[in-house]
Structure formats: structure tokens, C-alpha cells
């Protein structure tokens, strides 16, 4: 009995070892890793032999030069890890970094990508270039990565990570970037992705075309959960530009909005829901629904707030906290203070059956200036803002148990 478990045992490791585990070390086919050498033919002949069977694409603790796109190309399973934020792929060309392509219109299904630094150094890239580029991911991870530049003036990171197809649960995860130029987060077509922890810092220009994160089109369960996403021209912009279709369902909690050009903006047909919402100091809205669109916006609990703190060059309709063009919103138990201009501005009629309900809305340049039809503001206290609210269709609305407003 004992022997039969062992053969058992070995023949299950065996074949662990066989799919999963095959190891490919960098070093062993001649990268150096001084951070001089150029390591670019050592990485590829690597990659190249990690692709014949799938397996573990090893970066040890090192600098590593690289001169070209590393392109990985496979049906099989692989791995691409490091040993922590010491094993580092010197970025040192205008192009993509590394490549995933769908092998033969297949999906690339479970990857991991994980532990190491990608930094950005002697050469400035054109800003639609991505440290990592995938196609038609599925199931696959993206972990504890650091992305950023040696030198942010003359080298910042143009993009992050580009997704052009996610399916069944993309997960990336902790995962930090300094001085994003171009777009931190690419999503492309598809559905469920993860994006959690981690930071996306831009380069705190706040009116540069960078983004933080952007879902390109026809992304369902996109879900962002405690990032920081900071000083960039567009925190979070979710727009049909270049999917096909709408944006379906998105979902944002105490994610750290702050210090963007906008904040979050929505110029799409999407359900965006935010619980917990920090939308903070950026310069034009904190959060903005553009015309033509029927969004549904949900944003329970939170705080909207210091619109326009840096500066505020367009007073007129500039420096608001949450600013409604078209669709329709639920704004509920939400902070709204200190912006310089508007703490709720709804310009256009044709926003209707929206609810304001319990918030505290203090010390804004103006607290409400709303139109509309059919909505209800109830049970919200206004206190210090500085111009009188102005509230308009409350024909057809019920504006009733507000103190102050
Ligand atoms: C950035 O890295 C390059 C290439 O390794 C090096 O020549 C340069 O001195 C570094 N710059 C800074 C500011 O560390
Ligand atoms: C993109 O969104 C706009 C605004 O919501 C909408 O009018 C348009 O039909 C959408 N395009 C596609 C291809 O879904
Ligand atoms: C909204 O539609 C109107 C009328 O078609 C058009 O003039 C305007 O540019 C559109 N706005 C946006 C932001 O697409
Ligand atoms: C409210 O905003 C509109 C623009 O949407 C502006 O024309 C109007 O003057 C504002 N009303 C007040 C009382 O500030
Ligand atoms: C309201 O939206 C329409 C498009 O739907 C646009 O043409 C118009 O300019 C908007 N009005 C205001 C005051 O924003």
C-alpha cells in the first residue's frame, strides 16, 4: 500500500512539475542584470523556451536592460515572476514592454504575472505605449508590480497596463505606478475584471490627457476597490471611445479619487455604482456625467469635496463636486463641501427622477443649482455656502425636509 501512495504521490508531482513548474531562469541563459548590459537576447531566448511547454519565467533580484518588447505567445500556462521590487526590467525603448498575444484567435487563459518593478529610463516613449500589453485575457492575475520611471522629467512611464480583451475574471492586484503620462489602466471589450489595492499616480499636471484608469467600452463587472488614483488629467473615465457598445455595470468602492482634472467621468450609457465614494481637490468636476447619455449613477455614502482647491481659472463652470449633464443619479448620505464652485450642479432639464436624500452640503461656493423634472431632494442639511441655492422644476419634484437648503 505504502509504495502504491508513493507512485501516486510522484506520478501527481510529476505532472504538477510538467504543466506548472518547469522553471526558466533569466540568469541561465545569460542575462546579467547590471543594469549596463543589455539582457534583451538573453530574456527572449528565455521567453522563447518557456513558450515551447508553457512554465515559470524567472527575473531574479538584478537590473535588467531591455531593449525590445518581450512577446509571449503561447497556449500553454505560464508564469512570469520576480523575487519583489529588486528584480527589475530596465524599460529603455518606445514600445510595449511585455507582449501577450493571443495564440491563433485563442484566449491567453491563467497567467501570473507578479512580483517585480518595470522602470522607465533613457528613452521618452510615445504615451500609447503599456509596460505590459495584453490581448484576450482570461482568468489571469496581475500582482504586486511596481511601474514607474528613474528619471519622471525626461522618462515618465507612458502606460500601465492595456487589457484589449478581458473575459471570466482578470484580477490585478496591489499593483503601483508613479508618473503615468499616458493611462494607467486600459480596459478593452469584456467582461470581470478586478482592479484592487495599489495606486495610479499621474504626474500632477491635472490638465495633461493622461487617465487613470479608462474602460474603452462594453465592460461588464469592472470592479475598483481601494485604489488611490491621483494627479492624473481623468481619474476614472468610463467611455465607449473604443469599444464596441456601452459600458455595462461598474462598480467603485473607497477608491481614493483626488487630485485629478476630473475625477471620475462617465460619457457612456453605464450603471456606475460607488459606495463609500472620496472624490476630492481636482480641478474642473469631482465627479461628471456628460450630455447625451442615460448613466445611472449610484453614490451612497462619502465624501465630494475641495473642487477647485488648486486652482479655479473657469469659475462659471468649473472648480463642482458632482456635476449631471444627462441620466439619472441616487446620491445618498454623501458629504458635499468646499467645492468653490457648485456642491451639486444639474445644468440641463432633460436629468430626471433624480434623489438627493440625507446629505450634508456646507461650505461650497453655491450648494445646488439644479434643474430637471421629477426629482426629490429630501433630508439634507446645507450650511455656510456662499451664493443662495437654485433650484428649478420643482414642478413636477418634491423638495421637502431640508434644513438650511
Ligand atoms: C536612470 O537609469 C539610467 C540607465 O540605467 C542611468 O544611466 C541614469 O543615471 C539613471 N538616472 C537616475 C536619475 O538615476
Ligand atoms: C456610446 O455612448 C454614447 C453616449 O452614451 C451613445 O450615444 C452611443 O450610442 C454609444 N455608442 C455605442 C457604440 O454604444
Ligand atoms: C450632445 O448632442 C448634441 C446634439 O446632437 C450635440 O450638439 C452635442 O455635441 C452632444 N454632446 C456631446 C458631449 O456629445
Ligand atoms: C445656475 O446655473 C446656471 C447654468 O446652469 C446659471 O445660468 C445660473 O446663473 C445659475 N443660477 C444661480 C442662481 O447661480
Ligand atoms: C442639454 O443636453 C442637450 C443634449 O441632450 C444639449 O444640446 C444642451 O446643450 C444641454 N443643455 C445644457 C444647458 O447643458
Redesign the pocket.
Known amino acids: 500500500m505504502v509504495n502504491i501512495n508513493v507512485v501516486l504521490l510522484v506520478v501527481l508531482l510529476t505532472n504538477f512539475h510538467v504543466v506548472y513548474s518547469t522553471i526558466f531562469n533569466i540568469r541561465d541563459y545569460g542575462a546579467v542584470g547590471d543594469g549596463v548590459t543589455d539582457d534583451t537576447r538573453a530574456i527572449i531566448e528565455t521567453i522563447d523556451k518557456c513558450m515551447e511547454s508553457g512554465g515559470v519565467l524567472y527575473i531574479p533580484t538584478g537590473k535588467f536592460v531591455v531593449r525590445s518588447s518581450l512577446i509571449f505567445k503561447t497556449n500553454f500556462k505560464f508564469t512570469i515572476t520576480g523575487d519583489g521590487i529588486g528584480s527589475v526590467l530596465s524599460w529603455e525603448f518606445d514600445d510595449h514592454l511585455i507582449v501577450i498575444l493571443s495564440q491563433d484567435g485563442s484566449e491567453s487563459s491563467q497567467l501570473t504575472i507578479r512580483d517585480f518593478s518595470i522602470t522607465s529610463s533613457v528613452v521618452l516613449k510615445s504615451l500609447d505605449k503599456f509596460a505590459i500589453y495584453a490581448e484576450d485575457l482570461v482568468q489571469s492575475q496581475i500582482e504586486h508590480l511596481v511601474i514607474n520611471s528613474n528619471d519622471s522629467k525626461s522618462f515618465p512611464v507612458p502606460s500601465g497596463i492595456g487589457m484589449m480583451g478581458v473575459a471570466d475574471t482578470n484580477t490585478i492586484r496591489d499593483v503601483v505606478m508613479w508618473e503615468i503620462k499616458g493611462t494607467g489602466i486600459q480596459i478593452g471589450y469584456g467582461s470581470e475584471i478586478r482592479i484592487l489595492g495599489g495606486r495610479i499616480i499621474g504626474a500632477g499636471i491635472r490638465f495633461d490627457s493622461s487617465i487613470g484608469i479608462h474602460c474603452t467600452g462594453n465592460n461588464g463587472g469592472v470592479h475598483i476597490e481601494n485604489t488611490d488614483i491621483i494627479a492624473l488629467g481623468t481619474g476614472i473615465l468610463i467611455a465607449?471611445s473604443s469599444g464596441?457598445?456601452?459600458n455595462r455595470e461598474i462598480f467603485i468602492s473607497h477608491a481614493t479619487i483626488d487630485s485629478n482634472g476630473r475625477g471620475l467621468v462617465i460619457?457612456?450609457?453605464s450603471y456606475v455604482s460607488i459606495i463609500g465614494i472620496w472624490a476630492a481637490s481636482s480641478t474642473i468636476d469631482q465627479v461628471f456625467i456628460d450630455e447625451?447619455?442615460?448613466a445611472v449613477l449610484s453614490i451612497s455614502g462619502g465624501t465630494i469635496f475641495n473642487g477647485g482647491v488648486y486652482e479655479c481659472p473657469k469659475e462659471s463652470d468649473w472648480c463642482n463636486g458632482l456635476t449631471v449633464r444627462s441620466g439619472t443619479f441616487i446620491l445618498n448620505g454623501v458629504e458635499v463641501r468646499n467645492n468653490n464652485g457648485r456642491g451639486i450642479w444639474i445644468p440641463n432639464k432633460s436629468v430626471t427622477q433624480y434623489q438627493i436624500i440625507a446629505c450634508r452640503i456646507f461650505a461650497n461656493g453655491q450648494g445646488f443649482n439644479v434643474t430637471g423634472s421629477s426629482f426629490m431632494i429630501t433630508n439634507n442639511i446645507c450650511n455656510s455656502n456662499q451664493i443662495p441655492n437654485a433650484i428649478s422644476g420643482t414642478e413636477t419634484s418634491i423638495v421637502l425636509n431640508n434644513l438650511g437648503c
Open positions: 465607449n464596441v457598445g456601452s460619457r457612456d450609457n447625451n447619455t442615460t
